[in-house]
């Protein structure tokens, strides 16, 4: 019947599609079932039962696993059931792991048996938790397979300390054997313990190589351990929320930049997977690609600057690192363009994300091999900028970093001696060439570029080129305007030619236009002991400073340009052309110069109390009073508002900090280092490169480039709070909201809970109404708006209020207490003499002390203001 047969088509088709959806049904929850690893290892080792972890995990007791243990001798013994406190170096997930532990006096080892040949994830956790019979923090042992060094010599000396080891370990056998093996007279211990299948496309075993650029082959030939699983921008995850159990922590401890960076997120759902395979959710959890890092401002005219994270390593290893990213910030494709940066070199130039996804949200990730040749100075530098093309927003972004160590050529990943103890790293003859290669190479280059100086300054000299004058002076400009000039010309025909040269006929030589003396090298020599390294009192960008005792006895600061440091002749001429038109009690005083033998080199006035972060904190000295702290705030600002209103032309100094305010004998402030100072004739505001230092810097200067006095106010706001709560104003062992002073100041004091933070040792002495007024002053210092900041001048006015408001206080409190001894003494004599005067008498007293109260004397006083 055509009825019945159309209806069975109608049912056929539906089964198909039924039958359809249920296959897609199946691939989609495929893609999001967590591994299932054919090789799993899970021991709870010493513990007598099974521990179960929040991620589902249940690790077997050391009981069910004695079968895979073996020992040189049946010597062995375990702790179980030990409380453990939690701990924020270790996700909360783990920590039934450490509440027992194996302990091994003798070599020891457990063999696991194998089904499925290819890489393994091997962790282990350590915590040397207390035992009647064995003190764990002395315990030092290696840990080691068949043919490779996981660890030598290592050991937990902090008995609170929770370690965790993370590997992937290539397996060729059906057996694979860890062994503990503890250093003579001593012992090894293992908290837990996880063997477990990795996925076989999670390493590509071709990456980009850095240096030089190209493809590195090879990778399965390496054992890898995790150093850094980091999610930029986003929150910590624990292993439950990734499908390979897989920690990540926040970027917040190594983002080099927070000033310049912030965080953007978009919903998990807008995350989409390519459909090729080639990123997974095994490659890295959605979480890790739906947060990332990008530029604070990215419509900032003229971007000179980076994202950056920089992570501590061992120098003596390669790296592979692995950068996920996902474009969660453009609106259509083709509109993001940015570099990737390996320590300063060269990763991806203009990296276009829409070419390589086809698509928005799409996650993406790069891996690269880093030459230990390229580790310099023992940490990986993570970039990412602008790419200064046409088309594009200036941005970049990143979403997660990955750090793990390759083994080396002794087949360990610590130290260079192999699993038979025998040394096989680099030969003393092979690291002799290097370095001597790398210092040759060195001095070619400083050679080639002194000669195209000296070139270039000879051909444009002028007349009557004097062979008296110094190095120095061949590296500064020809022309300067009069002001500019840093000593009288002796050219008949150029009157405005501009030197640091002198003429030498007598040492001590004054200069004719007031800019100081001239110092021979010899006797600054002389006054330093040759520059003795005991003799350095501090290190700064410039170079390091000295104390040096003059012939006439006179102690002097002496600092000495560095030839290797950023800062060079520009800074030097700055500082001495700045001091040289300066004179205020606030700023410190330069005595003079010497640019003899290629020198760089400053003298000022001694300042014997040294900066004044060193009276804060990080040294021994005795804490400043409240006051002595406001003393020399205001002192400070004094110095800073000459800068901005009192010199012949405005001033910005660019570099203020706790370190670059010195302190006199009496603890006068003294405003020091003008090496970053720039001149603000015009009064509005400066186009130039960022510079100064990071924690102290004005965001809105950093954004724009465009520096105003106003970001010297910005920079004495931190000043203030820093002085407030005797802490770094960055300090990146504290949890994320706390590590920048200036931010989490602000927090707590709109939270009503700044006095939580304030400098215990000063807390008690502060009187209420002056803490508020200075907390006022630095707050609206703070202000992200560079407009509404107030001025220097009305920020000394603040404080200077606030001292005042102290010493009222500090007055009446003497007056109460002078008043209660009285009344005290008069009470005595009228209760021996048994009549009611003595009551009414005391109570008059109090009558009269009690008129007296802050504002009375404030306004007694305020005539005598020197605020502005």
């Known amino acids: 019947m055509p009825g019945e047969s159309k209806s069975a088509a109608i049912i056929q088709t539906q089964s198909s599609l039924l039958f359809y959806f249920f296959l897609s049904f199946l691939s989609n929850a495929a893609s999001k079932t967590p591994f299932s690893p054919s090789v799993n290892y899970l021991i709870d080792c010493g513990s007598s039962n099974p521990a179960e972890l929040q991620d589902g995990r249940i690790f077997r007791s050391d009981r069910d696993s004695t079968s895979l243990l073996s020992s040189d001798e049946d010597i062995q013994t375990s702790i179980d059931s030990i409380n453990v406190n939690a701990s924020s170096s270790v996700p909360p997930t783990s920590l039934p792991l450490f509440k027992s532990a194996r302990i091994f006096t003798v070599k020891s080892t457990y063999t696991f048996y194998i089904s499925k040949i290819g890489r393994l994830w091997v962790r282990l956790y ?135 960076s912030k965080n953007v997120s978009v ?168 370095v001597a290669a790398s210092i040759g190479l060195g001095f070619s280059f400083t050679a080639m570029f002194l000669v195209a100086v000296i070139c270039f300054r000879w051909r444009r000299r002028p007349h009557g080129w004097e062979r008296r004058h110094s190095f120095s002076s061949w590296l500064l400009p020809i022309q300067s305007s009069h002001h500019g000039s840093l000593c009288s010309a002796s050219s008949k025909s150029s009157s405005r030619r501009s ?138 600002a004094r110095g800073l508002h000459y800068l901005h209103t009192g010199a012949a032309q405005s001033i910005i100094h660019r570099d203020v900090k706790t370190t670059n305010i010195l302190l006199d004998e009496n603890l006068v402030a003294k405003v020091a280092d003008f090496g970053l100072s720039k001149a603000n004739p015009e009064k509005s505001h400066v186009s130039t490169a960022v510079k100064g230092s990071f924690g102290y810097l004005d965001p809105q200067y950093f954004r724009s480039q465009r520096l105003t006095d106003k970001s010297d106010v910005y920079s004495f706001g931190v000043v203030l709070m820093e002085a407030l709560c005797a802490r770094p104003v960055l300090d990146t062992t504290l949890p994320r909201e706390q590590v920048n002073l200036a931010d989490w100041s602000l927090q707590q004091h709109r939270r009503g809970m700044l006095y939580k933070i304030v400098d215990p040792r000063i807390a008690d002495t502060i009187a209420p109404r002056s803490l508020n007024k200075f907390v006022e002053a630095a707050e609206k210092c703070l202000e992200d708006n560079g407009a509404d900041r107030p001025t220097m001048g009305d920020v000394l006015w603040k404080l200077e209020y606030a001292l005042r408001l102290q010493e009222a206080v500090w007055k009446i409190d003497k007056n109460e207490e002078d008043t209660t001894t009285a009344n005290s003494i ?33 306004l007694s006083q305020i005539s005598h203001f020197e605020g502005r």
């Open 126 to 260: 350590f915590s040397p938790l207390p035992h009647p019979s064995y003190n764990l923090t002395h315990a030092v042992f290696s840990v080691q397979t068949d043919r490779l060094v996981l660890l030598r010599d290592f050991s937990v000396k902090d008995k609170t300390s929770f370690v965790f080891k993370e590997y992937l370990v290539n397996i060729s056998d059906s057996r694979f054997s860890l062994k503990f093996m503890p250093k003579k007279k001593s012992l090894a211990f293992i908290n837990a313990i996880e063997v477990v299948s990795a996925p076989d496309n999670l390493i590509p075993d071709t990456v980009t190589s850095i240096p030089p650029q190209g493809h590195f082959h090879g990778i399965f030939n390496h054992a890898l351990q995790v150093c850094y699983r980091v999610n930029v921008g986003g929150p910590p995850l624990d292993s439950n929320q990734d499908m390979l159990l897989r920690s990540w922590e926040n970027d917040t401890s190594y983002n080099v930049v927070p000033q310049g």
């Open 826 to 858: 008069a009470l005595q004599q009228q209760k021996q003499s048994g009549g009611e005067k003595g009551d009414q008498s005391v109570t008059r007293a109090k009558e009269e002390s009690d008129v007296t109260d802050v504002d009375s004397m404030l």
């Open 267 to 434: 919903s998990k759902k807008d995350i989409k997977y390519p459909e090729t395979g080639e990123v997974t959710l095994l490659i890295a959890p959605v979480s890790v690609y739906s947060s990332a890092m990008e530029m604070k401002d990215p419509q900032v005219n003229q971007p000179n600057f980076n994202l950056s994270w920089r992570m501590n390593v061992d120098q003596s290893f390669s790296y592979l690192i692995r950068l996920h990213f996902c474009d969660i910030v453009s609106q259509n494709l083709n509109q993001l363009y940015f570099n990737v940066y390996i320590n300063e070199m060269m990763g991806v130039a203009s990296l276009d994300l829409s070419s390589e996804t086809k698509a928005l949200a799409t996650p993406f990730y790069k891996d690269f091999e880093l030459n230990s040749s390229a580790i310099t100075n023992g940490s990986i530098l993570v970039q990412v900028g602008p790419a200064n093309l046409q088309q594009g927003m200036p941005n970049a972004i990143l979403n997660g970093i990955e750090v793990m160590k390759m083994s080396n050529m002794a087949d360990s990943l610590d130290g260079f001696f192999s699993v038979d103890g025998k040394y096989r790293g680099p030969s003393s003859i092979t690291l002799f060439l290097k």
């Open 499 to 636: 030197s640091i040269a002198v003429s030498r006929k007598s040492p001590g030589y004054l200069t004719s236009n007031g800019i100081g003396r001239y110092f021979a090298f010899d006797e600054l020599q002389k006054a330093t002991n040759n520059f003795d390294e005991n003799a350095m009192i501090g290190v700064g960008g410039f170079g390091k400073v000295y104390l040096g005792t003059l012939e006439d006895d006179t102690k002097v600061a002496i600092k000495r340009g560095n030839p290797s440091s950023a800062q060079g002749i520009n800074e030097f001429r700055t500082e001495i052309d700045m001091l040289s038109k300066l004179r205020h009690r606030h700023l410190v005083s330069l005595m003079g110069f010497c640019d003899e033998n290629s020198e760089m080199i400053l003298v000022y006035d001694y300042m014997s109390n040294g900066p004044f972060r060193s009276h804060l904190y990080g040294s021994n000295l005795h804490p400043l009073s409240w006051k002595q702290r406001l003393e020399i705030c205001i002192g400070s």
